[in-house]
């Protein structure tokens, strides 16, 4: 008798489970969000702080790097028994060593200041809602809205890399006209110490961030269900 | 006529130039029956959106038809028919999504949330999956509306800027649909 009880709530419950799969719809969004906060909290704030360290002190390196060119180059050369450098080129190298250094410095420091964001306490409503629907729904708004965030300082962070060159060759410029010479005089000289910036820049704008790639992971769920957009 | 009125509405700065909806739609089974997935993105955006933050009661009707695929386009089952609706509570300030069948009244601080969930329609029970026989096609469309305050619908196919969008479903037979 207990025995037959248990097969038949067993068989209520496998039937009901089938019942439910057609009626309950998936929570795609809330796992992949679940997933993506568990993991920023385990991290805490330890990737950034040791991103800002590493940028600082690259950032550090730069300028101290800019201030021997400036200060000590001549110094330098005489006791090697090289050639001094010119001044046209000691004054790009200073000029792309330093600003490259400022802005690595600055955002360095940006970093290790910023609190850590309390992802269940930004996003209180999904993570303390109880109606899957209702979850599922903001979920989707959550990670929509965490992508948009995402591309924006992606594509900051690449334009401000892209600008320490430009900044660099106006200074350049700046520098030429204010003595007699050639606009354009040693400006790509100049320019080239800052390439490396250039470079990140462009990758930076034609890169995805995790969050803009956590969407499309969904946006591929999403398709699973509902069928591809047209 | 209809789009030309909706153009000199946007021109004029009275209506936004909300894109069309797009569709997508995903028949399946589960046991013997024949069920059907849709998302209307973008439903309720732009003038939609505006209509609904003023107190009315936007929605959209689904119609779902499951056809024979030969020259005569049959009827294989009932036309299965759903609505999804989102409005802003005055009093509340909250926006609510609500629809039939499958979707109880739903209270959202943030629009839109209420809009993602407003414009799904979950697992919609179309047929028995015989019905689908060696072949069916499912055609589904979609057109906005405005519930007023009786709960009597009225087409407002110019939120949607005179569009009606469409899926068409070709299903090769019962045993093909997928799970």
Request: glycine residues 10%; aromatic residues 6%.
């Amino acid at each position: 008798m207990h025995r037959s009880r248990s097969i038949a709530a067993a068989v209520l419950a496998a039937l009901a489970a089938l019942s439910l799969s057609a009626e309950a719809q998936p929570e795609i969004a809330y796992r992949i969000l679940s997933g993506y906060v568990e993991k920023k909290e385990a991290a805490g704030d330890a990737g950034s702080k040791v991103a800002g360290t590493v940028l600082s002190s690259i950032g550090g390196l730069a300028i101290g790097g800019a201030a021997v060119a400036w200060f000590g180059s001549d110094e330098i050369a005489d006791a090697m028994g090289a050639p001094r450098l010119d001044q046209d080129t000691k004054l790009g190298l200073t000029i792309g060593l330093g600003v490259g250094g400022a802005a690595f410095a600055l955002g360095g420091a940006a970093l290790i200041a910023a609190k850590p964001l309390d992802y269940r306490a930004a996003y209180a409503e999904v993570f303390t809602e109880r109606d899957s629907a209702v979850r599922e729904a903001l979920s989707v708004a959550v990670l929509r809205d965490l992508a948009l965030r995402g591309r924006e300082a992606r594509v900051t962070g690449a334009l401000s890399s892209l600008l320490v060159p430009l900044v660099s060759s106006a200074i350049r410029v700046a520098v030429n006209v204010s003595e007699d010479k050639v606009w354009s005089d040693n400006l790509f000289s100049g320019v080239s110490w800052s390439s490396w910036s250039l470079v990140g820049g462009i990758t930076g704008l034609f890169s995805t961030s995790e969050e803009e790639r956590l969407y499309e992971k969904y946006l591929a769920g999403r398709d699973a269900l509902y069928g591809e957009r047209p | 006529m209809g789009k030309l009125i909706f153009g000199l509405g946007v021109l004029l700065g009275v209506l936004s130039p909300a894109a069309v909806p797009l569709m997508s739609a995903r028949a399946f089974r589960q046991g013997e029956t024949l069920y059907l997935s849709v998302e209307l993105s973008g439903a309720f955006d732009g003038s939609a959106r505006e209509a609904a933050a003023s107190g009315s009661e936007v929605a959209f009707e689904l119609e779902a038809r499951l056809l024979s695929d030969d020259p005569g386009a049959r009827l294989l089952a009932p036309v299965a028919r759903a609505r999804r609706s989102l409005r802003r509570d005055a009093a509340t300030g909250r926006w609510v999504a609500a629809g039939s069948p499958g979707l109880e009244p739903r209270a959202f601080d943030d629009p839109e949330g209420a809009a993602i969930l407003a414009s799904r329609v979950w697992a919609l029970e179309l047929s028995p999956l015989a019905s689908v026989g060696a072949g069916a096609e499912l055609r589904v469309v979609a057109r906005p509306g405005i519930v007023d305050a009786a709960g009597v619908w009225h087409p407002a196919a110019i939120l949607w800027g005179y569009a009606e969008p469409l899926r068409v479903l070709k299903l090769r037979s019962a045993a093909e649909v997928p799970q």
